[in-house]
């Protein structure tokens, strides 16, 4: 991470040679955040007048819902709650940057009161020791060519808007007060590269369409056929005189870093179940992956700032390939075995996003 950090800082250094003005600082020193200046983040309907189809795309996408959605705003009030409003910017640095950058943490600029837009990723000129993001102060936006756009805006070409460092303050990095995990983990790009020699970013994956096109949706898990894609699964059932042998492989060959990753709460839950001939459920058990924590009381799983220790670390690595054993008894009336492999947000979640459903006969 530190070389990742030291090659960012450099080129922006360059940049700013040439003439051009950056709240940029190395980010290793501390920041007194009152020195920063103001910057006005345009919404993404400004953008939308240009740009009608990348809009389109983003508001589908979970950076248009990063502050506003349902499932951020109540673990945010949670966390709100337990550990108080001080912290309210461990969380917003990424959710919500506009209003950490202008030091408006209470919003009352209605700018500032933004999911992570157009304007947050094309302007990023780097973060600074809180990882939190420091952005370009002329107006510019980046992008892989440079264009002038008359009235609308100049673009200035930085091809670092193509790989994980544009990604990384957000989604590699987590907070040097957290005690525990919250949202994010370590992905080790650097490892996945060199342990498969593929040289994948992020956007190659996450910002492309099936046919290859560039796509603003950020494809993810709340994308089915993505998430269905993600993972090899195979599985057998042996008939035993006491139970059903349920054995499968799971096997990551394209996501280049641990699966799930995520929230404290996020687990891949892996069920099976047997079932009769009108499927009804007669007996299930079930595994998790993911990294989950539970409290001082054994309640698991729990949000990471509640967690006293960690109950389960076993997310799946890149080009892992895992074994995994079900002994199921035998009972009355069963007809078939049902593996069920899903994508949990927390536990509560009432939808189950699914990566691979199969049934056997038994």
């Known amino acids: 991470m530190k070389n990742i950090s030291k090659i960012l800082f450099a080129e922006l250094a360059m940049i700013c040679m040439a003439g051009l003005v950056y709240a940029v600082i190395n980010p290793f020193q501390e920041t007194d955040h009152t020195a920063k200046k103001?910057?006005?983040?345009?919404?993404?309907?400004?953008?939308?007048?240009?740009?009608?189809?990348?809009?389109?795309?983003?508001?589908?996408?979970a950076h248009s819902f990063s502050f506003k959605g349902p499932v951020f705003q109540n673990f945010f009030n949670q966390f709100l709650n337990d550990t108080g409003v001080k912290n309210k910017r461990v969380c917003l640095r990424c959710h919500a940057p506009a209003a950490v950058f202008n030091e408006d943490l209470e919003m009352k600029v209605p700018e500032n009161n933004s999911p992570v837009s157009c304007e947050i990723c094309h302007s990023i000129a780097g973060y600074d020791s809180n990882y939190e993001l420091l952005f370009d102060m002329a107006g510019n936006m980046f992008s892989t060519n440079k264009a002038t756009l008359g009235g609308g805006h100049d673009v200035l070409k930085n091809p670092r808007i193509n790989t994980t460092?544009?990604?990384?303050?957000?989604?590699?990095?987590?907070?040097?007060?957290?005690?525990?995990?919250?949202?994010?983990?370590?992905?080790?790009?650097?490892?996945?590269?060199?342990?498969?020699?593929?040289?994948?970013?992020?956007?190659?994956?996450?910002?492309?369409?099936?046919?290859?096109?560039?796509?603003?949706?950020?494809?993810?898990?709340?994308?089915?056929?993505?998430?269905?894609?993600?993972?090899?699964?195979?599985?057998?059932?042996?008939?035993?005189?006491?139970?059903?042998?349920?054995?499968?492989?799971?096997?990551?060959?394209?996501?280049?870093?641990?699966?799930?990753?995520?929230?404290?709460?996020?687990r891949v839950v892996i069920?099976?179940?047997?079932?009769?001939?009108?499927?009804?459920?007669?007996?299930?058990?079930?595994?998790?992956?993911?990294?989950?924590?539970?409290?001082?009381?054994?309640?698991?799983?729990?949000?990471?700032?509640?967690?006293?220790?960690?109950?389960?670390?076993?997310?799946?690595?890149?080009?892992?390939?895992?074994?995994?054993?079900?002994?199921?008894?035998?009972?009355?009336?069963?007809?078939?075995?049902?593996?069920?492999v899903y994508y949990s947000r927390y536990p509560e979640d009432k939808e189950q996003l699914i990566i691979f459903i199969d049934q056997k006969k038994i």
């Open 165 to 266: 460092e544009w990604c990384a303050p957000c989604h590699t990095l987590v907070n040097p007060n957290q005690k525990n995990i919250i949202c994010s983990q370590d992905i080790r790009y650097n490892s996945w590269k060199e342990n498969t020699g593929r040289p994948e970013q992020c956007q190659d994956c996450h910002m492309r369409d099936s046919q290859g096109n560039v796509d603003h949706t950020f494809r993810g898990i709340s994308d089915p056929a993505f998430l269905k894609d993600a993972l090899k699964i195979r599985w057998d059932v042996a008939i035993e005189p006491e139970n059903y042998k349920v054995k499968l492989i799971i096997y990551n060959d394209k996501i280049a870093h641990l699966f799930p990753l995520g929230m404290s709460l996020t």
């Open 38 to 61: 103001e910057r006005a983040f345009r919404p993404a309907e400004y953008c939308q007048q240009c740009h009608p189809k990348e809009y389109d795309q983003w508001s589908k996408s």
């Open 271 to 340: 069920e099976a179940a047997i079932v009769n001939r009108e499927s009804k459920t007669l007996y299930k058990q079930e595994a998790y992956l993911g990294k989950l924590y539970e409290d001082k009381d054994g309640l698991w799983p729990i949000a990471g700032w509640k967690g006293s220790k960690i109950r389960i670390d076993n997310a799946i690595s890149p080009l892992e390939s895992r074994m995994m054993v079900f002994n199921l008894p035998v009972v009355t009336n069963a007809d078939s075995i049902v593996l069920k």
